[in-house]
């Protein structure tokens, strides 16, 4: 079927199973499942349906993107979040029209600047995986220019992860770490909003998941927080973790993350995804956790 009997529309609750299908076809390296797809689509916390384009050859889905922006992001910019097509229907234009479509939507809210998959609170990748090499010459092709990388880790979660004494010497100092309940979230986010604004969707996506610790200093309250399960559920996904930097002395950071690993484990999974890393020493040496996948980073002037 030809470019001309396509139809280009915006994506619509019914297309959820043939979306499904067109991710497992091209999302090769990335879990698939209805609700994965629901959460990075109709989830996302700035879901614009304006923003998603749908190529349908007769009753088939056979194209799909997807831009979001965040408008308490500053500077403000548009981000491509997810972005497929049909292996039987590459080399067709479709990419490109998809493309154009999302790009002429921003311009119209007047961004200039576009990036790739790297989606904050809530994205499926963050950046591009070199070994989806067509599509890194596709948006290469059309201006993206790379910026970065970075890193998921993996973490065996058959070993031991014992919190009892390190909770114990947090005690002594006035240290509590607990399972955060509704009654703390209020105070969370403030202090979330002083400090990882940007954090504050996935602590409360954790929260919802019941996998979110808190540590709490008498005489200051919250000072940091260990979450899981705050994106890309049922994959075993953990994180963000932080902690106040005043009060990292105490090594608060490493029980956190301990207490999500063992929840975790308890949860069934047999790995941790430890996505979009900075400190890869701490992690190795907290439980031999090992790079698994690495992503390119990539913007674009419009």
């Not at 700035?46 to 384009?53: G, K, Y």
């Not at 955060?180 to 969707?201: C, D, F, G, Q, S």
């Not at 996506?205 to 610790?213: E, F, K, P, R, V």
Request: glycine residues 10%; neutral net charge.
């Amino acid at each position: 079927m030809g470019k001309g009997d396509l139809l280009y529309r915006h994506l619509e609750p019914g297309d959820m199973l043939a979306l499904r299908k067109l991710f497992e076809l091209t999302y090769i390296y990335e879990p698939v499942s209805s609700e994965i797809i629901h959460e990075k689509t109709f989830q996302d916390p700035f879901f614009d349906a304006s923003l998603t384009v749908i190529a349908v050859s007769g009753k088939q889905v056979v194209g799909f993107a997807m831009g979001v922006t965040r408008p308490d992001y500053k500077p403000e910019k548009g981000w491509l979040k997810l972005m497929a097509v049909h292996p039987e229907f590459q080399g067709q234009g479709i990419g490109k029209t998809l493309l154009g479509r999302i790009e002429t939507a921003f311009q119209q809210r007047n961004l200039t600047v576009m990036s790739l998959f790297d989606t904050p609170y809530n994205y499926y990748t963050p950046g591009l995986d070199p070994r989806y090499t067509r599509a890194l010459v596709f948006f290469q092709d059309r201006g993206f220019k790379r910026t970065g990388e970075t890193e998921n880790l993996i973490c065996s979660l058959d070993q031991d992860f014992e919190t009892a004494p390190d909770e114990a010497r947090l005690q002594e100092q006035g240290i509590e770490i607990l399972p955060a309940t509704e009654r703390h979230l209020a105070e969370l986010n403030k202090w979330l909003e002083t400090i990882w604004p940007a954090w504050i969707y996935e602590a409360t996506a954790a929260w919802q998941q019941n996998l979110l610790y808190l540590a709490i200093k008498d005489g200051s309250g919250v000072i940091g927080f260990g979450a899981g399960e705050g994106n890309n559920v049922g994959t075993g996904w953990f994180g963000p973790v932080g902690v106040d930097p005043q009060f990292r002395q105490y090594k608060i950071g490493k029980v956190l993350s301990l207490k999500v690993l063992h929840d975790l484990k308890k949860r069934g999974f047999a790995m941790a995804i430890i996505p979009w890393v900075g400190p890869i020493p701490f992690y190795q040496r907290l439980c031999k956790a090992m790079v698994e996948r690495v992503f390119w980073r990539f913007e674009k002037q419009l």
